[in-house]
C-alpha cells in the first residue's frame, strides 16, 4: 500500500491507499496529486457528521478532472476516515473530487469507490471548516505521495 500526504491549512493529513480494492481509483488520485493537481483546492462541501468534499478545481462541486473512472465498489465501509470519491448520479462519473468520511456513512458503502483510509490526523480532517460551501473554505496546501 502506498500513501499520500494531504497538508492542510488545519495540519497534515496521511492516507494508506487500497491499491488492492481500487486500483484504478487510487492510480488516478495519486497522479492528480503529484501533478499538483489538488495544492490550493479547498473543501467546497463539509457536512458535520457526514462528510468532507473536496478536489474540485473551480471550488463549486461542479468541476473535475477530464478523465472519469469506471466504478471499483469495494468491501471497505464507509467509516470514520475513509477516503472515497464522489460522482453524478453516474456510477461511472468519479474524477478527481473525492471526500474523507467525517462519521460513519455506511450508508453509502457499495455505492461510492472507497479507495483509502485516514492513517495519521484525523483531527485536521474534523478541523476542516463546515459549511456547503463553507464561509472560508479550508484550503489543500499540497498533495502528494510519500515514502514508508
Same mark, same amino acid.
Given at each position: ?31 492528480? =496529486? ?6 490550493? @483546492?479547498?473543501?467546497? #462541501? &463539509?457536512?458535520? %457528521?457526514?462528510? /468532507? ?51 460513519? =456513512? ?6 461510492? @469507490?472507497?479507495?483509502? #483510509? &485516514?492513517?495519521? %490526523?484525523?483531527? /485536521? ?24
Amino acid at each position: 500500500m502506498s500513501k499520500l500526504k494531504l497538508e492542510l491549512e488545519t495540519g497534515d493529513v496521511v492516507i494508506e491507499t487500497f491499491e488492492d480494492k481500487a486500483p484504478k481509483h487510487v492510480a488516478q488520485i495519486t497522479k492528480l =496529486a503529484e501533478d499538483g493537481f489538488y495544492d490550493g @483546492t479547498v473543501f467546497h #462541501r &463539509v457536512i458535520d %457528521g457526514f462528510m /468532507a468534499q473536496g478536489g474540485d478545481p473551480t471550488g463549486t462541486g461542479t468541476g473535475g478532472y477530464e478523465k472519469t473512472i469506471p466504478a471499483e465498489f469495494n468491501d471497505v465501509s464507509h467509516a470514520e476516515g475513509v477516503c472515497s470519491m464522489a460522482r453524478t448520479n453516474d456510477p461511472n462519473s468519479a474524477s478527481s473530487q473525492f471526500f474523507i468520511c467525517l462519521d460513519d =456513512a455506511s450508508f453509502l458503502d457499495r455505492q461510492y @469507490t472507497a479507495w483509502g #483510509r &485516514v492513517v495519521e %490526523g484525523m483531527d /485536521a480532517v474534523h478541523a476542516i471548516k463546515k459549511g456547503e460551501p463553507p464561509r472560508e473554505p479550508t484550503k489543500i496546501k499540497s498533495f502528494r505521495k510519500i515514502e514508508d
